[in-house]
Every structure is written in structure tokens, then in C-alpha cells.
């Protein structure tokens, strides 16, 4: 029997940095028994990037205008399809819902479509659409599969897969003398928690003097969070390290001694779709505090991987980071049960449960 072969098609890929990026560059890396061609849009270095991995990777010009870049991805996509002729398409994104809608009609190939959970909320049309003309939806937690029911998904044709961690073996070398706590996430959404982080530090110090924050991510809130910091007297006990390397965040990470973001949902519902971060931070031994609300319900176990707490309220988040900067025995513990969970979520697990949906839905399988 031939190969399966599937046309991916996202908005986000590497060089660009984020989640959805990572997921579909990780899931076109790990098949094992898929050929597979990406569609994406161009973005500074990527050509460089693109000749220095062993992918089938073809990209529209992306232009000044966002949206028109999302217009000549679903033209192109269609074109794509013609001549490549998979067996099935993975949309990484609603907006790529009207290219696979319009492919799925004219050539009759089955679409599966990731639904990771702010999108859905952000642009419910779009959604309802692209949900409505895909034979397969890949929901990212119970969160997103809620979300996915609310727009119309019949349930039926949702699979749960979380996306997965580059699982490695705890770090060896020591944490930092000063107990630090560590955030990874893009000060761009105001319901990551930055604002509640700042505020629950002024409360942790009382208990914990020495209490550092690192922040790894940048973004348009970022002299917010500065100001916020001076007026809670906490700006010398907070080190903005920007966007930076994924070996300088490795670092970061392996030195800290707990991983803190408390999301919350935001107005419109969305939020975190899974928070593979916390995972991310549970692979390097990190107990984590999240807030009891979204995709973390899914990613951590309270009290055994890390602490889910009221997300809006600083105290809670101050009294739970108190607990594990002063009690390293109960962190190491949990953090020693994240990186033993995390081991279920390493990528090749996840890339191959991906790939037997796509043969699923390919009639293959």
C-alpha cells in the first residue's frame, strides 16, 4: 500500500515562534507514515530555515496586509491540492476553512481540522464554518471541545489530542540560589495573568524576601506590566528576559524552581486551549500554579503535577507560590510527577495518534 499522503495547510509555521507553529512543525516532523506537504506563509528567514530542514514546504508571499496573506493561502491551497493530490487535508487553523471546504467539494478529499480554542471564540462564523465542512475535528482539550460543541461540532467527530513536549530526562544541573519563579508566555494577552502575577509578587515577598520572577516573552503589555511592577515595589525582583533562543528558555526553566501562569478565561471565552507550557515546565522538573479554569483542567493535576488556583485573585496565586518557593521538598516532588506525566505527551506519541486519525479519516486505517 502507497504512503498516505496529506496537505497541511497553516498560517503559522516556523521560523515564527508560538504554539500553533510548533504543533504543526512537530506533527510534520514526527509522521512516520504520512507524506506530507506544508503550506504556510512566508516570514523573515524563512527561507533559510526552510532549506535546512528535510520538509516539503511550499509558502505565499505574505505581504503588508494579514488578511490578504490568508486569501493567497486558501487560493493556493486549492492549486496545492490539485497537484499534490493527497489523500487527506490538516487544517492547522480556521482560516484555512475555506480553502478546505472548497477542496473537500471539488476533488472530494476528507478534511480534519485542529481546533485550539481562542480562535473559535474569536471568530465564531469562521469556525461554525470550518467545522461544518470538516469530516474530522482535532480538539486540543476538554475546554476546546466544549467550545467546538458550542459552535456546532457533533461530537461525534471530535477527537481529544493535546499537543505534545520534546520529553527529555530531568535537568542535572543546580537550581538558582534565590528562590525564582519563571513565566514563558507573550505579554500580548492581558488574560495570561501578568497583571495578577505582579500583585500576588508584592504578597510572596512578605514571605519569601528573596523571590525573583523571570519572564521569558515580549509583547505589546510589557511596559504595563513594567509600571505595574513600580507601583507594587517589586520592579528590582522582576527580570524581563524578552523573546528569547529555545535553549536560552531551556535554561531559564531548568534553573527556576516553579512555573507560574495563572490564564484566566477571558470576556469572550477562549483562553488557554491546552497550556502545553505547563507541561513544557513539568519536563523540567517544575512544580506549576495555573488558573482552575480552560485547557489547564486538562494539562495539570492539582496537587500532584502543580497547584490550580482562582486565577483572578492575586492572594490565591501569592499563597501558592509561597507554598512551593518555601517548601522545596513538596516542589521537587511535584515537579518530579510533571516530568513523569509529561513522558505521555513526548511528540512522537502525539504525532502518531495524529497520523491514525488522518488515516482514519482517509478510509486507510
Known sequence: MTRLRALMITPDFPPQAGGIQRVAHRLATGFSAVTSRVLTIDATGA???DAGQDLDVRRVAAGRAHRLAIVRLDAG?????????????????????????AIRRALSIPVVTYLHAKEVAASPRLAR??????DRIVAVSQHTTALAAAAGADLRRVTVIPPGVDWHELPTQ??????????VARIEDSYKGHDVMVRALALVRARVPEARWAIVG????????????EVEGVGDAIRLY???SDQRRDQLLDRAHVFAMPSRLPPNGGGEGFGIVYLEAGVHGLPVIAGRVGGALDAVVDGTTGLLVDPTDD?????????LLADRRYAARLGAAGSERARAFAWPKIAGRVEQLLAETAGRA
Do not use: C, N
Open 47 to 49: 527561507r533559510e530555515w
Open 77 to 101: 491551497a486549492v492549486l496545492q491540492a490539485r497537484r499534490f493530490r493527497p489523500d487527506v487535508v490538516l487544517a492547522m487553523h480556521i482560516v484555512a476553512g475555506p480553502a478546505a471546504a
Open 129 to 134: 464554518f470550518a467545522i461544518r465542512h470538516s
Open 174 to 183: 543546580p537550581r538558582l540560589a534565590a528562590p525564582t519563579i519563571v513565566t
Open 218 to 229: 515580549d509583547g505589546a503589555l510589557r511596559a504595563e506590566i513594567e509600571r505595574l511592577a
Open 242 to 244: 524578552g523573546a528569547v
Open 315 to 323: 492572594r490565591a496565586v501569592a499563597q501558592a507560590l509561597s507554598r
